[in-house]
C-alpha cells in the first residue's frame, strides 16, 4: 500500500464486538478475565488496552517497522530507548538536537553511570573521532532542532552497526511521510507524536518503532514495567492524527518553502535554516533521503540582540508565540529562552544555536497570509 492508504488503513480493523469503523476508546483499567492465567490477552491497561495496540500497529506500519511501543510523552519514549543501555555505556549524540533530549543525558542518565558525547553529526569523521570501545548507541536527530541539521542516516547507522552498537533516529520532524529511518538501516525510531503525527496539538505521546524483535520484547517490558504509557484517549487522538499524516505534511512543506524563500528577501533578515536550500549544508543529502524538507524553518535577524529577536516574536498575530510544533497552526518561538533554555548558553553557542535565533512551525493556513504576517512583524522591529 501507498502512504496515504496505509494512514487511514494500516493495522487496523472494524472493531470485532460492534463493527465500529474507527477504533473505539477503551475506557478502562481492566479486563474481564474467564480464568487466571498469566498473559493472555488483554488484562489490566498499562500493559496493554485495545485503543493503544490499534495505534501502535498504526505507527509501525506507517514506518515499515514490526513493532511499535507508545509511551505517554516523546520523553517518556526517549526515556525508555535509553533503559536499554547499562552503566559504563557510553553514547554518541548531535549537539544540535531538541533541549529535553540533551537534558535527559546530562542531567538524568549521567548520574546512573551512562556518558554520552554530543558532536557535530553533520561530517562522519567526528562520529569516527567520537567513538569509544564502549560506544552502545548512536543517537541521530534529523532534521535537527532547531538548526535543522542534516545527518547521513545510511552513512551513520552502518558506522553503528560496524562498532556493534545501536542506532537511534528521532524522525519528528521528517515524519514517516517525508522519511524512513528503518529503511535505512535504523534500529530504533523514536516520535514525539506530540507533533506532526498529532497534529492538532491536543495531546501528548511519543513512540518507538522497530524491526527487531528482541528490542521489541525488551522496550515492551520496560514500557509495562516503568509505566509511561498514554491513555486510551490520547491513543484515539494520535490514531485520528495519523489519518491525515500525508495530507497535511505536504501542506507543511509546501507552506515552509515559501516562507523560507520570502524570509531569505528580506533585508532585516540575516540568515535562514531551511533544509530545502540548495546552500544549507548537507541539502544533497536530504534531497536523498528525504520526499520533501519539512514544515520548520529557523532565522536570524540582521540586529543580531536577543532583544530584536524577542520583540520580533511578539509582534506576530497568526504565528502564535509557543512552545512545540507541528499542529496544523503556525507557531513562533525563540529557542534560547524557551525550548532550549535547558542547555548551557557555552554549550548553544557551540553548536551554533545564537540567542538571537528564531524558530517558526509552519501551519497549513493559506501561506499568502503567514507571509503578510511576517511582514508586518518585521517591518514593527
Request: aromatic content about 6%; charged content about 20%; glycine content about 8%.
Amino acid at each position: 500500500m501507498k502512504f496515504g492508504t496505509t494512514a487511514v488503513h494500516g493495522g487496523q480493523e472494524p472493531d470485532s464486538a460492534t463493527g465500529a469503523i474507527m477504533t473505539p476508546i477503551y475506557q478502562t483499567s481492566t479486563f474481564v478475565q474467564s480464568e487466571p492465567t498469566v498473559h493472555k490477552g488483554y488484562d489490566y491497561s498499562r500493559a496493554g488496552n485495545p485503543t493503544r495496540s490499534a495505534l501502535e500497529a498504526n505507527l509501525a506500519a506507517l514506518e515499515g517497522g514490526k513493532h511499535c511501543a507508545a509511551f505517554s510523552s516523546g520523553m517518556g519514549a526517549i526515556d525508555a530507548v535509553i533503559k536499554l543501555l547499562k552503566s559504563g555505556d557510553h553514547v554518541v549524540a548531535g549537539n544540535d538536537l531538541y533541549g529535553g533530549t540533551y537534558r535527559i543525558f546530562d542531567k538524568v542518565f549521567k548520574q546512573f553511570g551512562v556518558a554520552c558525547s554530543f558532536i557535530d553529526m553533520s561530517r562522519k569523521e567526528n562520529l569516527k573521532k567520537a567513538m569509544k570501545k564502549h560506544t552502545k548507541m548512536i543517537w541521530i536527530e534529523t532534521p535537527t532542532n532547531p538548526l535543522l541539521g542534516i545527518v547521513d542516516i545510511e552513512a551513520v547507522t552502518a558506522m553503528a552497526k560496524a562498532a556493534g552498537a545501536l542506532s537511534v533516529v528521532d524522525n519528528t520532524f521528517a515524519t514517516p511521510f517525508l522519511q524512513k529511518p528503518l529503511s535505512l538501516g535504523a534500529d530504533i525510531v523514536v516520535h514525539s507524536a506530540t507533533k506532526y503525527i498529532g497534529g492538532h496539538s491536543d495531546v501528548i505521546l511519543g513512540a518507538a518503532i522497530t524491526n527487531d524483535d528482541e528490542l521489541a520484547e525488551r522496550l515492551h517490558f520496560i514500557q509495562k514495567s516503568s509505566g509511561a504509557v498514554p491513555g486510551p484517549f490520547d491513543c484515539f487522538l494520535a490514531l485520528r492524527g495519523t489519518k491525515t499524516l500525508h495530507l497535511r505534511m505536504e501542506r507543511h512543506c509546501e507552506n515552509a518553502r515559501l516562507v523560507a524563500d520570502f524570509l531569505a528577501a528580506h533585508p532585516k533578515v540575516r540568515h535562514v535554516n531551511y533544509p530545502g536550500f540548495k546552500f544549507h549544508p548537507n541539502h544533497h543529502i536530504a534531497e536523498k533521503q528525504m520526499k520533501g524538507f519539512g514544515g520548520m524553518v529557523s532565522f536570524t535577524l540582521k540586529d543580531e540582540s536577543i532583544d530584536a529577536a524577542k520583540r520580533l516574536t511578539t509582534c506576530t498575530r497568526l504565528f502564535t508565540l509557543a512552545e512545540s510544533l507541528g499542529g496544523v497552526e503556525s507557531l513562533i518561538e525563540h529557542p534560547a529562552s524557551m525550548t532550549h533554555s535547558s542547555l548551557p548558553r557555552e554549550v548553544r553557542l557551540k553548536s551554533g544555536l545564537e540567542d538571537s535565533l528564531i524558530r517558526l512551525s509552519v501551519g497549513v493556513e493559506d501561506a499568502d497570509d503567514l507571509i503578510e504576517d511576517l511582514r508586518q512583524a518585521l517591518e514593527r522591529i
